[in-house]
């Protein structure tokens, strides 16, 4: 079955460059999320997007701004890298079937490392 | 409200036990999710749980959702070197579109 495609895997960047992930949710899925992972940590929910409108918004820095398309694939923009945003970013994806029964999956991620 | 406590934070177990690990909240909700994550992966869902009181298994797998909505428990039954990796409780906030994740529970088998 298809899954939650994420490119580029892998991503080195340096302080104060742009860096742009992108997500391709599960087909059919109209919900696309991004999370944080820092090293050792749980990961950290950013900003969600339901049938393209932006959903919900966590603990995203205002350097970053994301958007969700008429196909649904997702984007996440980071600009003035800096050190403390190396990190793995993960896209995940699930089908609103109400307030319970949402099964959301993960992506493998983007690890980004800012230099 | 919205924090999970998982526990334990580690474990070291030798191959072939079993493993429990769990997740409490302060707060009731509709949905517990269970992750496995290695490392440098994204998590992979292995169980879900919508109901109260609901026992479910996958394979060597079994989770339940507590009956008072504030908890949930993980097992793990005859461990294998394959379930290496950090387990996560999650759960969706209600009448919102976002997962909060447990601490994770880090399991590391000695062969």
């Known amino acids: 079955a298809a899954g939650v495609i994420q490119s580029p895997r892998h991503l080195i960047k340096e302080k104060r460059e742009t860096a742009t992930l992108k997500c391709y949710p599960i087909p059919r899925h109209d919900t696309v999320y991004w999370y944080q992972q820092g090293p050792g940590q749980d990961p950290q929910f950013l900003i969600s997007?339901?049938?393209?409108?932006?959903?919900d918004k966590g603990s995203i820095p205002d350097r970053f701004s994301a958007q969700q398309f008429s196909d649904y694939h997702s984007e996440l923009n980071m600009s003035s890298l800096e050190l403390g945003d190396s990190a793995l970013y993960f896209c995940?994806?699930?089908?609103?079937?109400?307030?319970?029964?949402?099964?959301?999956?993960f992506g493998e991620g983007s690890w980004l490392t800012v230099v | 409200g919205q924090q999970l406590n998982q526990s334990p934070q580690s474990m070291f177990i030798q191959e072939g036990e079993d493993v429990s690990m769990n997740c409490t909240s302060s707060s009731i909700f509709n949905t517990w999710l269970w992750y496995k994550q290695d490392p440098g992966e994204g998590p992979v869902l292995l169980i879900a749980l919508y109901k109260a009181g609901e026992l479910t298994s996958n394979g060597r797998l079994t989770a339940q959702f507590g009956i008072t909505r504030k908890d949930s428990f993980l097992n793990i039954s005859a461990s294998i070197p394959s379930d290496v990796g950090i387990y996560f409780c999650a759960r969706r906030i209600q009448g919102a579109q976002k997962l909060v994740f447990g601490q994770g529970t880090r399991l590391t088998i000695n062969p």
């Open positions: 997007f339901y049938e393209k409108m932006q959903s």
């Open positions: 995940a994806s699930s089908l609103d079937v109400g307030p319970s029964g949402n099964t959301i999956y």
